[in-house]
């Protein structure tokens, strides 16, 4: 039996409910196959109050095993560094959360505040938030750069805005078997197997795109990369191969931009969301690895190449051929 | 003598809350509600471009971003002056829909219902079926309920892209569509929530349990035969042996923003504000005060198009994050309950006259909320054309103010901002839960779910199973109250 213990910082509890949206396994049936014991969950567990600070307590007595600690929303440091913008049963939060990771055998960071700040870092970090063990691309957060838990790995982080539940329950899975090693994850620490693609890929304006067919408005057909402010080729997540709410959607498929919402340096270097920034004619979010030269070339020549089809479809809201 | 006790964290809820109260020969002489956590969103919001509203705002509360998504929306296309297609209006009611259906439907199984397994109802008729359907977590009806949730969530996803926080939803339209296939697959996923609400939930059909209209066909109907394997009515039966017809009485004012913008310029569920009779409301009359909050001002009590966010954390006699908003000065309780009695919901509205605001009226109001929706829902499906758009060119350029005012699953949602050089010079934001759950404001005038825990009768002040009820009955967001 593994205990986990599942905690919410700075959190919209977001990424609680995104879990609970899992399908096979359930959120539920997650914990009985993975033979995982829940010591608490703030929005599933029915203890409250001091039923909750004895639970506490027996874990950092080493009474109780902490095999998992996950963490969803930001760790609160201010104001000026006091922590007090989250007190916790009277104690500011980010300290109950320290001692927790010095007791954990493996701890994971759901969601993009608890791994690397998150939106509420937002306008400079003037609310002064940071994630587990970064703050956006730099290593440190609450934690400091050199912090691994008891098993000898950092904390995993599983970013997203919200996470998608197959990464939360597939890294539960992969930590528990002991299947995920420092060589597994990315250099924001994230597991490689979900954040090593990009939302552009399956998209399935992928042939607009290929010919440079952009949508010019919303709710069209077209590409969102050229005007609309996607950012689906820099976003490193599987979302669009992977889908979400039972295969049905993604950010692209409901017609809006991608924001790259996995990103170590969202919300704020993501800006604009709706259109996209150029030099001249060339977008400057251009896809990662690709030399920008060859891309102004060949997107010319796709232009020039462009099917009649896609051109009409691009700018139009309903399928025409 | 007085006790005092604190429940900390007060979870089971979304988000942070810690309770006191002061019990006394077995009665709460005093409440104090309090939000114990800050992020700062109004902070983060100034100097970015209006359209971020759209991206920054839904991420306050993880259970109900579209519904952020639409006070934004809304407030963006009072100042853009935007238009939207017909098609638009349904689409957006489907993702408002859908959530609040979702939530109140989590709520019931999975916040509110655990509760009712306490071993202080051993003595109740219904105590074994409770437990074995209603056990957190575990419980069958808690198992079927949350896969029935997910199954049904992906409406969302083929109406909305991704949720929590889609982007679909703008001032002019939304930027998903609809086609043959996605229209027909929503439709039957629809059909498949309405099959778990009649077979489990119920137990008859939709129609015939909307049909009842006063407290007294309720409960003819509890008595036929054939319902009786259904949640309600062991809810029903529970709410009557334990008395949650006598606990957790309101301040008896409600209010409604209106929801559901419809083409002809009309809300399917009405605005109003509800004191003895119905007023038109009027958003003028709210101010948020900071008596008791830990925010520092020049003054006590501004409307939210002046509100300034200054938290101060050290402040004398302040006990929550959270502004406590008022209606010409006075508390006002929001949520299913008094859309309910603005609607004139003839169940809701007898059942009020009968037995007054409390945990049973409020629970209830919320559980035909979540049929009358389903319900609307496949109305509101039917009226999309595919052939017809879904969106109108925008405006890039914004007046001084937009307003955005919505219904939340738990109530009233305003969105108030301040634009210059197409620019957020101010956004505040107030919440559902900030009207229930807040605190004090200068006068000493508690907030509803303060007055509503004061007089109780607590059986065992050790485990207070009564303090549950009430303010679990409020559906508390305190993720949207602090923001």
């Known amino acids: 039996m593994h205990n986990l213990l599942w905690l919410q910082g700075a959190s919209c509890g977001g990424d609680t409910i ?73 104690r500011p939060f980010r300290e109950w959360l320290a001692e927790f990771c010095k007791q954990a055998e493996m701890v994971i960071a759901v969601g993009t505040c608890a791994a690397f700040g998150g939106v509420v870092t937002g306008h400079e970090n003037v609310n002064e938030m940071s994630g587990l063990q970064f703050l956006h691309n730099q290593k440190g957060g609450l934690l400091g750069p050199n912090f691994v838990s008891k098993k000898g790995l950092p904390v995993v982080n599983v970013p997203g805005c919200p996470s998608h539940p197959d990464w939360i329950v597939e890294t539960i899975t992969a930590v528990l078997k002991g299947w995920l090693h420092m060589e597994d994850l990315d250099d924001f620490h994230r597991p490689q197997v979900f954040f090593s693609k990009l939302a552009h890929h399956g998209c399935p304006r992928n042939e607009y795109y290929e010919f440079k067919a952009s949508a010019v408005r919303y709710s069209q057909q077209g590409c969102l990369f050229e005007f609309l402010g996607c950012k689906g080729t820099l976003c490193e997540s599987d979302c669009n191969e992977r889908l979400w709410l039972g295969r049905t959607g993604s950010c692209t498929r409901g017609g809006f931009p991608c924001i790259a919402c996995t990103s170590p340096l969202f919300p704020d270097k993501q800006r604009p969301y709706f259109s996209t920034r150029k030099i001249g004619d060339v977008p400057v979010t251009l896809p990662l690895d690709v030399p920008k030269a060859w891309f102004v070339g060949i997107s010319g020549m796709s232009k020039l190449a462009c099917p009649e089809r896609l051109k009409k479809n691009a700018v139009s809201s309903k399928w025409i051929t | 003598m007085a006790t005092l006790i604190a429940i900390d964290p007060f979870n089971r809820i979304e988000g942070d809350l810690r309770v006191e109260i002061e019990v006394e020969d077995n009665t709460v002489t005093f409440a104090k509600s309090s939000g114990i956590m800050f992020r700062g969103f109004e902070r983060i919001m100034s100097g970015r471009s209006p359209m971020d509203a759209l991206v920054i705002t839904p991420r306050i509360c993880g ?255 302040a006990y929550s994050w959270a502004k406590a908003p008022r209606y010409e000065g006075k508390t ?100 559902p839960s900030a009207w229930n759950m807040s605190p004090r404001d200068e006068s000493g005038q508690p907030g509803p779910v303060e007055q509503a825990l004061t007089g109780v009768h607590v059986a065992d002040p050790k485990d207070p199973v009564e303090v549950n009820h009430i303010i679990r009955s409020f559906d508390p967001c305190m993720s949207c109250t602090v923001h």
Not at chain 2, 359 to 378: D, I
Request: charged fraction near 20%; glycine fraction near 8%; aromatic fraction near 10%.
């Open chain 2, 332 to 431: 006002v309780e929001v949520g299913p309950l008094a859309r309910m009695i603005i609607a004139d919901d003839p169940l809701l509205t007898d059942m009020m006259q009968q037995m007054d605001s409390s945990v049973m009226t409020r629970m209830f109001a919320r559980l035909r909320e979540m049929c009358r929706l389903t319900k609307e829902m496949s109305l509101w499906l039917e009226k999309i054309n595919p052939a017809e758009p879904f969106y109108a060119s925008p405006s890039s350029r914004f007046s001084a103010t937009g307003i955005g005012l919505t219904e939340a699953a738990r109530g009233s949602l305003g969105h108030w901002m301040k634009i210059s050089s197409n620019l957020i010079e101010n956004y505040q934001v107030v919440t």
């Open chain 1, 18 to 90: 995104s879990f609970l949206n899992s399908e096979q396994p359930s959120a539920l049936s997650s914990f009985e196959v993975l033979n995982i014991n829940v010591l608490w969950h703030p929005f599933l567990s029915r203890e409250q109050g001091d039923d909750v600070v004895t639970i506490f307590q027996k874990i950092l007595a080493g009474e109780t095993k902490l095999d998992l600690l996950i963490l969803e929303g930001a760790i609160p440091h201010g104001p000026d560094n006091t922590g007090k913008f989250f007190m916790f049963h009277g």
């Open chain 2, 63 to 317: 259970i109900c971003s579209g519904s952020h998504g639409v006070a934004a929306s809304k407030a963006l296309a009072l100042a853009q002056s935007a238009e939207m297609p017909e098609n638009a209006y349904y689409m957006k009611n489907l993702i408002l829909g859908i959530e609040v259906v979702m939530s109140h439907l989590s709520h019931f199984y999975l916040l509110f219902a655990p509760d009712l397994t306490s071993p202080r109802y051993k003595g109740l008729s219904v105590y074994e079926k409770v437990n074995h359907r209603f056990t957190a977590m575990k419980g069958s009806s808690v198992v079927m309920a949350l896969n029935a949730r997910q199954s049904a969530l992906e409406i969302m996803g083929l109406v909305g892209g991704k949720w929590p926080n889609s982007l679909a939803i703008h001032p002019t339209g939304t930027t998903s569509t609809m086609n043959l296939s996605t229209l027909t697959r929503t439709i039957g996923i629809l059909k498949e929530f309405q099959d778990f609400l009649e077979k489990r939930f119920l137990n008859c059909s939709l129609g015939e349990w909307l049909d009842i209209d006063s407290f007294d066909k309720l409960l003819k109907w509890q008595e036929k035969s054939g319902h009786n394997g259904s949640d309600i009515v062991l809810f029903l039966t529970m709410c009557l042996e334990a008395g949650f017809d006598r606990i957790g009485k309101g301040p008896n004012r409600y209010m409604s923003y209106g929801a559901y913008d419809l083409p002809d310029g009309s809300t399917w569920l009405p605005s109003g504000f509800f004191e003895n009779r119905l007023h038109p409301l009027d958003q003028t009359l709210i101010k948020e005060h900071i008596g008791a909050s830990y925010f520092r001002d020049a003054v006590e009590a501004r409307h939210p198009l002046e509100g300034v966010t200054a938290p101060l954390v050290d402040k004398s006699g």
